[in-house]
């Protein structure tokens, strides 16, 4: 079975604090994703990475980083998180372009 | 870009059978998705179909695609209260083999 964790279930932080949210995958993944979710929004892709030390922006990337530096593991980093940063972040991982694995979500509250 | 819409809430009664629509704006999209998300927890695929088929039956899932009007359907036989959740609809980017679009997902209550 893959599996796709998250280091955090909640998060809260202050706005201007560095935050850096992890997600390793277990099943030798090439290409792992960002997303967050807000109600009425969906699922908006924050940034990918299709192998190690690379990276491509998503749709919404402004005020966010990612760091690729193994395979298995993708951080997200928010350089000095705002209040507008409030919500859930969705790790997920694939194989090709096969379906996505996704783990159980961070769900960050930005005060 | 993609645009994938779907509407924001359902509620069915238990025993009922429950039809979940999405529309998407990209004719080139190769496979498109549904994919579901249990209170508290991530995403999980349901199932998928391909551009070039318009129907994909699994047990009590039901997926129905036209192509020609860019519309996509989930139909759950028998809804029982574990279908209770949020159902993405996401269509795979054409020209690229790694990204999804997604809806904004459509939850689905089930009344007993």
């Known amino acids: 079975d893959v599996k796709v964790t998250q280091s955090s279930r909640y998060l809260v932080k202050r706005t201007g604090e560095k935050v850096f949210l992890e997600c390793v995958q277990d099943?030798?993944?090439?290409?792992m994703f960002w997303y967050r979710q807000d109600p009425g929004l969906g699922l908006r892709l924050i940034y990918f990475?299709?192998?190690?030390?690379?990276?491509e922006k998503g749709d919404i990337p402004e005020g966010y980083s990612v760091s690729r530096e193994k395979k298995e593991r993708f951080s997200l980093i928010l350089e000095s998180a705002s209040t507008n940063q409030t919500s859930m972040y969705l790790c997920?991982?694939?194989?090709?372009?096969?379906?996505?694995?996704f783990g159980p979500g961070t769900r960050l509250t930005v005060l | 870009g993609e645009d994938v819409e779907q509407s924001l809430f359902l509620s069915v009664r238990e025993g009922d059978s429950s039809v979940i629509n999405c529309t998407y704006t990209?004719?080139?999209?190769?496979?498109l998705y549904w994919y579901k998300q249990e209170p508290g927890a991530g995403l999980q695929l349901l199932t998928y179909?391909?551009?070039?088929?318009d129907m994909k039956q699994d047990q009590r899932l039901t997926v129905l695609l036209n192509k020609k009007d860019k519309h996509l359907s989930l139909r759950i036989a028998d809804t029982q209260t574990g279908d209770s959740a949020i159902y993405f609809c996401?269509?795979?980017?054409?020209?690229?083999?790694?990204?999804?679009?997604f809806g904004s997902g459509t939850q689905l209550t089930v009344l007993p």
């Open positions: 997920a991982s694939s194989l090709a372009g096969n379906e996505q694995f």
């Open positions: 099943m030798d993944h090439e290409n």
């Open positions: 990475s299709y192998d190690v030390k690379m990276k």
């Open positions: 990209d004719s080139s999209s190769t496979y």
């Open positions: 179909i391909f551009s070039n088929m």
């Open positions: 996401a269509t795979r980017r054409a020209g690229s083999a790694r990204q999804l679009t």
